[in-house]
């Protein structure tokens, strides 16, 4: 079993940037996708940003595109999201999850797709 844990969210004025990293312990290998997802008040949880450790492919939803970049140190075990010019409607609580089988591609992200999942780390965008 694979154990994920987020950090880096934090309260940021709108333009700044953060960078979340999610670091996996455990049964890494059998991690194959890392999926950002974020969730709002009040929303249902929504896919980010995905990353395969196969192949380094990625996915962006269109809301975060051209300003968050995700990437994987796979030595360290550790998935990063760096978020670039925030926006208010950034805020949300961030959280990274795992899948064995999962292949991220251009498919929306869905979280009943993912196995494994860390505790979440709160992004504030607010002046």
């Known amino acids: 079993q694979v154990h994920l844990v987020e950090t880096g969210g934090g309260l940021v004025q709108p333009g700044d940037s953060l960078r979340l990293s999610c670091a996996a312990s455990?049964?890494?290998?059998?991690?194959?996708?890392i999926g950002w997802f974020r969730q709002a008040p009040g929303k249902e949880r929504v896919g980010v940003s995905c990353i395969n450790r196969s192949d380094g492919s990625t996915y962006y939803a269109d809301p975060v595109k051209g300003r968050f970049t995700i990437s994987r140190d796979n030595a360290k075990n550790t998935v990063y999201l760096q978020m670039n010019s925030l926006k208010p409607e950034d805020t949300a609580v961030y959280y990274c999850?795992?899948?064995?089988?999962?292949?991220?591609?251009?498919?929306?992200?869905?979280?009943?797709?993912?196995?494994?999942w860390g505790q979440g780390t709160q992004v504030t965008v607010s002046s």
């Open positions: 455990g049964s890494t290998l059998d991690v194959h996708a």
């Open positions: 999850a795992g899948d064995p089988d999962y292949y991220c591609s251009d498919y929306e992200l869905k979280a009943i797709d993912f196995t494994s």
